[in-house]
């Protein structure tokens, strides 16, 4: 699979429009993005690099033609836009503030896991 090909189908994957992706790689235009998904033009290796973060997958991923879906692992999709935004900018955060969201995060799934039980 080539690499507009394997763009085009990661891009799809996180429910994201070619302006989206060109917007988080820096604002690059939707053309230039269709340019790439169509294989008429390949990326420079800094948009590479820049697809690669934004897509979730390696470099190699995208640039070496015989691996294909079953060699990367996937990042689970989030179809809630703001949920997955928030995400990526949890990211950034210092360790203490990660630790205590993801402490908040386990409380509240084990909460309505009772919940769910308790339902049954």
């Known amino acids: 699979m080539k690499i507009g090909d394997k763009i085009k189908k990661m891009r799809k994957l996180r429910n994201m429009t070619q302006s989206e992706l060109g917007e988080k790689i820096g604002g690059m235009q939707k053309h230039q993005i269709s340019l790439y998904e169509s294989n008429k033009t390949i990326p420079s290796v800094e948009s590479l690099i820049n697809l690669s973060k934004a897509l979730y997958v390696s470099l190699d991923y995208l640039m070496n033609d015989k691996l294909v879906d079953d060699d990367i692992k996937f990042i ?45």
């Open 76 to 120: 689970p999709q989030i179809k809630d836009k703001e949920l997955l935004q928030q995400f990526e900018m949890l990211d950034n955060l210092p360790d203490n503030d990660r630790m205590l969201i993801k402490g908040i995060s386990k409380a509240i799934l084990f909460q309505h896991e009772i919940k769910e039980k308790a339902a049954k």
